[in-house]
């Protein structure tokens, strides 16, 4: 047996009078105490703002913010700091690419290829960015089963002028394990760069973007057991010295006159104005969490709950999981025959469960499954087998009380 649970605070609360059974990780994780206690810590002792001032707390603030970019230079094993960007999230990363990426450098008759299981927020900034441009989205399919359709997307890569790859690592909605490692391969080959979104895969499996070749990845702290409001953008060094800013403020600059700018260094180019210090200072206790657990333990742990979850799921009468991908992480969405995906995410919240019900920000791939939304439960490191037993009768007594 693991400590995992007894990390978790929020957990040892009760609402509406029930232990809180927590199955919404995919949209946010908990903190462990270890977060919490240095988002504290920074508050009532280390106020300052950073690469500013000279005085003492300023530059410890500065200090412990670098140290910050290390250990998410180490996460990832990124080459140099310079090529780790903060960002707010990973939605504020994307959009970044977006803008001063793809919005500079493709062009009319350009290609774009994303799939159709992305995150809104991988569909909507690359949209943008094509109305300002001219270039062209094309999407990827998915099979009846939850997994890219491969097929189509070498045809695509053979039969289109394609420049850009933007694709989900791990889906949001089907928990479905993309082949990123033969995307980015076969993309490089055609010459195209490729984006990442990462925001469910690193706080499942080792995350490694010199192995990857990836040009791009993009995450969230507050997915990954640390705070809202924190990010990081990687980009290869190469791409971007030769990107624009994009935002403009302060520390982003070198030297301002009111008639141009000289902008800074990397990363500091892409990080203009106040960022979210507090955040960014936790999100090292979130770094040093991740690094004190191993990554194989956590596979086998959440592989066991999701297996375990999807057989008791299979044999409760009308419910149909959508995503059956050979390649899984701890994501299951379902739907209940006759029941609403709301109706039924309010009755379990009443017994103290808490799952996701809507369409996940993934609207086009709710269309193409035929669903307008699902309920989504997703597990990581403190659900454990007692937590599933829960859901499994939450979800009896909700059809009893619905049919
Ligand atoms: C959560 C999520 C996002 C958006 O992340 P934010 O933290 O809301 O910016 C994008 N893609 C996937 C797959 C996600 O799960």
Not at 72 to 77: H, M
Not at 329 to 344: W, Y
Not at 352 to 363: F, L, N, S, V
Request: proline residues 3%; neutral net charge; aromatic residues 8%.
């Amino acid at each position: 047996m693991n400590n995992w649970r007894t990390l978790f605070p929020c957990l040892k609360q009760k609402v509406h009078d029930r232990d809180l059974v927590y199955l919404d990780s995919a949209a946010t994780t908990l903190k462990p105490q270890s977060v919490i206690d240095a988002v504290t810590k920074h508050y009532t002792f280390g106020t300052a703002n950073v690469h500013r001032g000279i005085h003492f707390l300023s530059s410890d603030a500065t200090r412990q913010f670098e140290e910050t970019r290390e250990s998410a230079r180490s996460f990832i094993n990124a080459k140099t700091h310079k090529e780790v960007i903060f960002t707010k999230g990973t939605t504020d990363g994307l959009n970044l690419i977006a803008n001063s990426y793809a919005a500079e450098f493709l062009k009319q008759g350009d290609v774009l290829l994303i799939s159709t299981m992305e995150h809104h927020s991988n569909i909507v900034p690359w949209q943008l960015a094509a109305q300002k441009a001219g270039f062209t989205i094309k999407e990827i399919p998915v099979l009846d089963d939850g997994s890219l359709d491969m097929n189509t997307f070498k045809k695509l890569l053979d039969s289109e002028n394609v420049k850009m790859i933007s694709i989900v690592h791990v889906s949001n909605t089907l928990g479905t394990i993309n082949p990123i490692e033969e995307i980015i391969k076969l993309g490089h080959q055609k010459g195209a760069v490729v984006c990442i979104d990462a925001a469910q895969s690193v706080a499942h499996a080792k995350v490694d973007v010199q192995k990857l070749d990836c040009d791009f990845l993009c995450f969230s702290l507050h997915k990954l057991f640390g705070p809202t409001g924190v990010g990081i953008m990687f980009g290869k060094q190469e791409l971007l010295e030769k990107m624009p800013p994009y935002q403009g403020g302060g520390a982003m600059i070198k030297e301002v006159t009111i008639e141009k700018t000289t902008y800074n260094e990397l990363p500091e180019k892409f990080e203009a104005g106040t960022p979210n210090i507090a955040g960014v200072i936790a999100s090292k206790a979130a770094f040093d969490f991740m690094g004190s657990l191993n990554f194989q333990a956590i596979h086998d742990y959440e592989e066991n709950l999701l297996n375990l979850a999807t057989e008791k799921f299979s044999q409760i009468e009308g419910l149909r999981i959508i995503g059956t991908a050979k390649k899984k992480c701890s994501v299951i969405s379902f739907e209940l025959k006759d029941v609403h995906p709301h109706d039924l995410g309010m009755l379990l919240d009443q017994q103290g469960i808490a799952i996701r019900t809507g369409h996940h920000c993934t609207q086009p791939l709710m269309k193409r499954f035929g669903v307008t939304a699902t309920a989504r439960a997703s597990f990581t490191i403190y659900n454990n087998e007692s937590d599933i037993d829960s859901l499994v009768n939450g979800i009896n007594k909700a059809k009893e009380l619905l049919s």
